[in-house]
């Protein structure tokens, strides 16, 4: 089965832009749709941005699309988050997500996750 580990995480300035990576090892992302989902003190965990297997499709969040971009590395195993133009709204713990099917925005579709990386923005 595959682990994957977050990094990149820290504190920004509202406007700021942060990349989050998540490391995977046991097995090729390739054969994983890959997603980031993110949960702030007192909410729900909210599905960020996924990838498909194929790395042909993305998909995002309405509250994130034009800011924040997906992408994967498969020779480094790896899963990035671009954010960009960041809010206050966006501070979170950000995890990485992994299921094998189709690429999905539901979190309780994924049954691999990091530990998470924290993302403070400051307004």
């Known amino acids: 089965q595959v682990q994957l580990v977050e990094s990149g995480g820290g504190l920004v300035q509202a406007g700021g832009s942060l990349r989050l990576s998540c490391a995977a090892s046991?097995?090729?992302?390739?054969?994983?749709?890959m997603g980031w989902v993110r949960q702030a003190p007192g909410k729900e965990r909210e599905f960020v941005a996924a990838?498909?297997?194929?790395?042909?499709?993305?998909g995002y969040t309405d509250s994130v699309k034009g800011r924040f971009t997906i992408a994967r590395d498969i020779a480094k195993n790896t899963v990035y988050l671009q954010m960009n133009s960041l809010k206050p709204g966006d501070t979170a713990l950000y995890y990485c997500?992994?299921?094998?099917?189709?690429?999905?925005?539901?979190?309780?579709?994924?049954?691999?996750w990091g530990q998470g990386t924290q993302v403070t923005v400051s307004s």
């Open positions: 046991g097995r090729t992302i390739s054969r994983y749709a």
């Open positions: 990838i498909t297997s194929s790395g042909g499709s993305t």
């Open positions: 997500a992994a299921r094998q099917g189709i690429a999905t925005l539901t979190v309780t579709d994924y049954g691999y």
